[in-house]
């Protein structure tokens, strides 16, 4: 079985999707499956075929315009037997999608949570606009994966008679790092008794940083946020100016992307994971957080927060600086509920969100989209 899986960009700093989609087509690899990457953008070395198309400088935002990719999918699509889309309002998708119709190949669609009601609140017209004109008659002939029971009812409204299905995403085990509680301090001057506050995702108004540290500023115990992540230029500037107007100094340090053996220090060496974003379709990041043994803080449009609830993992607290503040104080200290909280997390990720079981579960469902068993897309 040949799957393609067409993705809008593997950079890193895209964070979570990209991550995601990396971890999801090796595990599959790792079965046997003969899985391949389309992108926009130059993709970095990856052990499996990955095909890179350009992305025009006349491109509108993350719309990653790739003129030549067009092309090459009426070319090599029909030598596949499925097609995977990541994400939507992404010109790799809509191409994919259209040339797998007239091929009559299937195509499963991972939506996401761009179909959510918060995600098309930000630029609401042109976002309804573009799925009921370009998009329409590709959203017709999709079977759709999302991430969350919460992700897939949002998804329903725009599938109609269409199979949405909710598989997770998996979480990439964190390597050990005995000494990152020291070191990490030691980079950046924090005393060894101060419990850290990790922040990591994409820098942008939906991850609603500023409801951390207005939290943060209340408090009257010792503590460091650490920041990482990055984002538009402007509005990382606007986070750095609000720290400075809430008198924050230097108890919040902005780390900027971080990756490999940085990000596994962030997350080996920190106290608390924090996470108050307006709405995520899984939450890669905060699993991550988990499998590195961080209690975690979210707010409820994190999708996994009702199974964070349940495994007592960590605290789900309503998005206001007032409610923020009260479970920081709660969890800062306590810091053995915070180890218990834990060990929770991380037996959590080990029974819930292993790449292998959800591979084969993928595997099953790209063997019943070849059979016709989800039914084959529309024509048109």
Known sequence: MRCLHVVPSLAPEAGGPTTAAIALVQALCDRGIDAEVATAGTPPPLPFPVHGFPVSPLTVRQYGFAPTLPPWLRSHLP??????????????????AAIARRHRIPYLWRTLDHLSGPSLAQGTWYKHLYLRTVEAANLRGAVFHCTSPTEAEWVQDWAGDRPVLTIPLGVTPIPE??????????????PADTPI?????????????????????????????????????????????????????????????????????ALRGSDVFALPSQSENFGLAVAEAMAAGLPVLVTPGVQIAPEIAQAEAGLVVPPTVEAWRSALESILRNPAQRQTWGRNGQTLVEQTYQWGAIAERLATV?????????????RG
């Open 366 to 378: 790209y063997h019943q989209l070849i059979a016709g068993e989800l039914t084959h897309p529309e």
């Open 177 to 190: 790092a005995p000494a990152a509680r020291c070191t990490l301090r030691q980079r950046w001057g924090i």
């Open 79 to 96: 030598q596949y037997d499925v097609v995977h889309l990541h994400g939507c309002f992404a010109h790799s998708s809509t191409v994919a």
């Open 197 to 265: 506050v990790l922040f990591l995702s994409r820098m942008h108004p939906k991850k609603q940083p500023e409801i951390l540290l207005q939290a943060l500023a209340g408090l009257d115990r010792p503590w460091v946020a650490l920041l990482a992540g990055t984002g538009d230029p402007a509005y990382l500037k606007g986070l750095a100016q609000l720290s400075t107007n809430l008198g924050l100094g230097d108890r919040v340090k902005f780390l900027g992307f971080v990756q490999g053996e940085a990000k596994t220090e």
